[in-house]
Nanobody, 127 residues
Framework: QVQLVESGGGLAQAGGSLRLVCAAS????????LGWFRQAPGKEREFVAASSWSGHRTTYEDSVKGRFTISRDNAKNAVILRMSSLKPEDTAVYYC????????????????????WGQGTQVTVTS
């Protein structure tokens, strides 16, 4: 069992930065692939970024490549999403997720491979 709690969301101006942290409980944290998803009002939840259990492989949605960075600290049971050059279209509730699956750039983008989800944190970017 893994419990995930996100923090670090808030209000930012376009071009600014935010750092989201997902704290996980559970001794088997290091075995899980980790992902960040987001959901804007009236839209489907969409993939943002993911990291393999080792952290050696990462995957990004095209619109965030070069702006967002995912990293994990297995010793602290945490996964971090650093967001820079923020745009108003990045406004959404951001969720972290964990799952045990065979990691690939394709598989990591699927919501269904993740078993555990956090409650989400709001990110609002103003122009």
């Amino acid at each position: 069992q893994v419990q995930l709690v996100e923090s670090g969301g808030g209000l930012a101006q376009a071009g600014g930065s935010l750092r989201l942290v997902c704290a996980a409980s559970g001794r088997t944290f290091r075995r899980y692939g980790l992902g960040w998803f987001r959901q804007a009002p009236g839209k489907e939840r969409e993939f943002v970024a993911a990291s393999s259990w080792s952290g050696h492989r990462t995957t990004y949605e095209d619109s965030v490549k070069g702006r967002f960075t995912i990293s994990r600290d297995n010793a602290k049971n945490a996964v971090i999403l650093r967001m820079s050059s923020l745009k108003p279209e990045d406004t959404a509730v951001y969720y972290c997720a964990a799952g045990t699956f065979d990691y690939s750039d394709s598989t990591a983008t699927f919501k269904d491979v993740y078993d555990y989800w956090g409650q989400g944190t709001q990110v609002t970017v103003t122009s």
